[in-house]
């Protein structure tokens, strides 16, 4: 069975500060793991995702991830936020043996100028 | 950049009519996907379908829904009868068929039952 946790519903940074938006996930497998952001109206748009190889994974938009197997973590950051980063974001794992996608509840990420 | 794009943005429909929501999915791509996020909530996986078949389906996924590839390029979702609790944002997405590639999502058509 698959799960996602985002444990916080809402994070708040001021801008210009490094930004991290929390993510646990548990599979059976090997986690193909996924981080999305969603802006009023749209669809959810792909920043990064976590296969295999380097633990550390860039994406667009200046973001990265952190692949920590021991704590089953995918935690996502920015080194720098922008107010334009205000938006919902969702982690989202497959399994490997797995076709769909199994998201957490999402994180609003308010960046206060 | 291509893009996964679905008519309509916004569908309004009595309880119990049927309703068709489209999606045309990037065209080299030959996995695709419904997901619906019910407002306030998660995005919830509906089904997937590949090869011209429904390859995974989750509970939500039941006698009311259909998917449908008619043509070439569009991929639909048919709801019959609909209820109240169908209200949400429906998603359609696709996948290049290497399966460590992202899903790519359409902005969504926000459906509306009264």
């Known amino acids: 069975a698959q799960s996602v946790a985002q444990p916080e519903d809402q994070v708040n940074v001021a801008e210009g500060n490094p930004l991290t938006v929390k993510c646990t996930y548990s599979v059976s497998g090997n986690p193909y793991l996924f981080w999305y952001v969603q802006y009023p109206n749209r669809g959810l748009q792909f920043l990064l995702k976590y296969i295999t190889g380097d633990n550390l994974v860039k994406g667009s938009y200046g973001f990265e991830a952190e692949f920590n197997k021991s704590q089953t973590s995918f935690h996502l950051k920015k080194p720098s936020a922008l107010v334009s980063d205000s938006a919902l974001y969702f982690c989202?794992?497959?399994?490997?043996?797995?076709?769909?996608?199994?998201f957490g509840t999402g994180t609003r990420l308010t960046v206060i100028p | 950049e291509p893009e996964v794009t679905q008519t309509p943005s916004h569908q309004v429909t009595q309880m119990g009519q049927e309703v068709i929501l489209r999606c045309v999915p990037i065209?080299?791509?030959?996995?695709f996907y419904w997901y619906r996020q019910i407002l306030g909530q998660k995005v919830e996986f509906l089904v997937s379908f590949y090869n011209n078949e429904i390859s995974e389906k989750s509970e939500i996924f039941d006698d009311q829904f259909s998917v449908e590839r008619p043509d070439g390029s569009n991929f639909t979702l048919k709801i019959r009868s609909t209820k109240l609790e169908d209200s949400a944002m429906y998603f359609c997405?696709?996948?290049?068929?290497?399966?460590?590639?992202?899903?790519?999502f359409g902005d969504g058509t926000r459906l509306s039952i009264l």
């Open positions: 989202a794992v497959r399994d490997t043996g797995a076709n769909n996608l199994f």
């Open positions: 997405a696709s996948r290049d068929t290497l399966s460590n590639q992202p899903q790519h």
């Open positions: 065209s080299n791509h030959l996995y």
